[in-house]
C-alpha cells in the first residue's frame, strides 16, 4: 500500500485470494462456456442487427453464486431472485451464516425490491439497469436469529438498516426456457448500531458484488 494511503472498514476492499472460491470459478466458466456455445445459433436475417429483446426479464425466478466485498467468512455470497411484476422483482444475498455453515467473519445480507429502468440488447444477450431499496443486516459474529434495527442486540453481533442499490444485470438464453444470469450490484447502507457490534464497523456501508447462474 502507497505511504500515507489508509484503510477503514467501510472501504471496498476485495479479499488478496479474490472472492471467488474455485467452485464459482467453475460455475463461472460453465456460463461462459454455455453463452459461447450457443451463439451458432442465434443467426439473424436482418444483416447483423442485434436480435430483439423482451421489454420484462425472461425470467421468473433465478438462483445466483458469487463474491461479495462486505464478506469474509471465506463463503461465497448465494442470491435467489423472483420478479413480481414486469421489471419488479425481490431478491436475498448472503453467505448463508448460521443457515447453512458457521464460519466465522464478518458478512452482509441483503433483502431488496429492484425495479429495472433501462434495457439493452448487448453481446447477445439482454443488460437491463436496475435500482434497489432494502435493507442491509451487518454480522460480525455468530448473531441470533430475526434483525436487529438500532441498537445491537447483547452480543454485539450483528445491527441492520437501510440500504440502496443499482445493478446491472445481464441475460442469455442456454438451452429451453433456461436463461444465463450475471449480475454485478454496487451500494451502501446506513447501520445505525454499527459502532457499537462488538467489533466496530464504520455506520455507512458500501459494498460491492457479482454473481452468476441461472433463472427459468
Same mark, same amino acid.
Given at each position: 500500500m502507497a505511504a500515507?494511503?489508509?484503510?477503514?472498514?467501510?472501504?471496498?476492499?476485495l479479499p488478496a485470494r479474490g472472492p471467488y472460491p474455485p467452485?464459482?470459478?467453475?460455475?463461472?466458466?460453465?456460463v461462459v462456456l454455455g453463452g459461447v456455445a450457443r451463439a451458432?445459433?442465434?443467426?439473424?436475417?436482418?444483416?447483423?442487427?442485434?436480435?430483439?429483446?423482451?421489454?420484462d426479464p425472461p425470467y421468473r425466478i433465478n438462483?445466483?453464486?458469487?463474491?461479495?466485498?462486505?464478506?469474509?467468512n471465506g463463503m461465497p455470497t448465494v442470491c435467489g431472485e423472483a420478479r413480481l411484476w414486469g421489471g419488479l422483482a425481490v431478491?436475498?444475498?448472503?453467505?448463508?451464516?448460521?443457515a447453512w455453515h458457521n464460519q466465522d467473519g464478518a458478512e452482509m445480507m441483503h433483502l431488496r425490491s429492484t425495479f429495472e429502468v433501462v434495457r439493452r440488447p448487448i453481446a447477445g444477450g439482454r443488460l437491463g439497469l436496475r435500482?434497489?431499496?432494502?435493507?442491509?443486516?451487518?454480522?460480525?459474529a455468530a448473531d441470533q436469529l430475526g434483525f436487529q434495527f438500532g441498537d445491537p442486540d447483547v452480543t454485539g453481533?450483528? $445491527?441492520?438498516?437501510?440500504?440502496?442499490?443499482?445493478?446491472?444485470?445481464?441475460?442469455?438464453? %442456454? *438451452?429451453?426456457?433456461? #436463461?444465463a444470469? $450475471?449480475?454485478?450490484?454496487?451500494?451502501?447502507?446506513?447501520?445505525?448500531?454499527?459502532?457499537? %457490534? *462488538?467489533?466496530?464497523? #464504520?455506520?455507512?456501508?458500501?459494498f460491492a458484488s457479482f454473481e452468476v447462474g441461472v433463472g427459468w
Open positions: 500515507g494511503a489508509t484503510s477503514t472498514a467501510s472501504s471496498i476492499d467452485r464459482v470459478r467453475v460455475l463461472l466458466f460453465l451458432d445459433g442465434d443467426g439473424d436475417d436482418r444483416g447483423g442487427a442485434p436480435p430483439p429483446i423482451t421489454r438462483l445466483r453464486v458469487g463474491g461479495a466485498s462486505s464478506d469474509r431478491e436475498g444475498c448472503g453467505t448463508g451464516a448460521q435500482a434497489g431499496l432494502g435493507f442491509a443486516e451487518l454480522s460480525v453481533a450483528s $445491527a441492520a438498516g437501510p440500504e440502496a442499490s443499482i445493478s446491472a444485470q445481464w441475460t442469455r438464453g %442456454l *438451452v429451453g426456457a433456461v #436463461d444470469v $450475471a449480475t454485478f450490484t454496487v451500494g451502501g447502507a446506513y447501520i445505525d448500531g454499527a459502532p457499537a %457490534l *462488538v467489533l466496530p464497523r #464504520d455506520q455507512l456501508q458500501p
